[in-house]
């Protein structure tokens, strides 16, 4: 069973630039959780999507934002991008109350 | 509101010895699971034990199990017969029932297996 893909493995922008993410889901799981792995702040919990719906998000700006496409898919899109959104971005999907991530995308912003 | 808590930011033993991690947390929930997520150096985090809070018997997953005590609102990891690819940051995380507020982290514990 393949497991939770993201992509692209690295993107770099420049500050003010938009940047979007991709995530994939474990076949069968309908939700997907992005979470923001920034040095010195740990991982943070940025937004949920269930069933095509945001469901909640962390106390991140609205200029983090996503969606969630009918075959459970997901894009994250940071825009007005800032130096310190340099950070690991990682995506897990969820059938139940267990999370499992993907590799993550590593973005720098110049 | 959750948080949880690692104590050690880094630990060090010999392979083939045991190692305990240290976690606590704070929650107002009712229910809730507890999870330990392995992240090495190729950064994808992998699930390593989860518990679930209304559950009194502790999770074991081979070399791992959990040393959890409600009252006292621990969680923590012990690897039996440590091995080189155990070299890893260990994070405790915890999430309510339906998982709304995502997975409240700990800054992780960064764990050496030394040959």
Sequence with gaps: EAGVTQSPTHLIKTRGQQATLRCSPISGHTSVYWYQQALGLGLQFLLWYDEGEERNRGNFPPRFSGRQFPNYSSELNVNALELEDSALYLCASSAGDTQYFGPGTRLTVL | ?115
Excluded at chain 2, 88 to 106: E, I, Q, R, V, W
Aim: aromatic share 12%.
């Design chain 2, 1 to 115: 509101a959750q948080t949880v808590t690692q104590s050690q930011p880094e630990m060090s033993v010999q392979e083939a010895e045991t190692v305990t991690l240290s976690c606590t947390y704070d929650t107002s929930e009712n229910n809730y699971y507890l999870f330990w997520y392995k992240q090495p150096p190729s950064r994808q985090m992998i699930l390593v034990i989860r518990q679930e809070a209304y559950k009194q018997q502790n999770a074991t997953e081979n070399r791992f199990s959990v040393n959890f005590q409600k009252a006292a609102k621990s969680f923590s990891l012990k690897i039996s017969d440590s091995q080189l690819g155990d070299t890893a940051m260990y994070f405790c995380a915890s999430a309510p029932l339906g998982g709304a507020d995502g997975l409240t982290f700990g800054k992780g514990t960064h764990l050496i297996i030394q040959p």
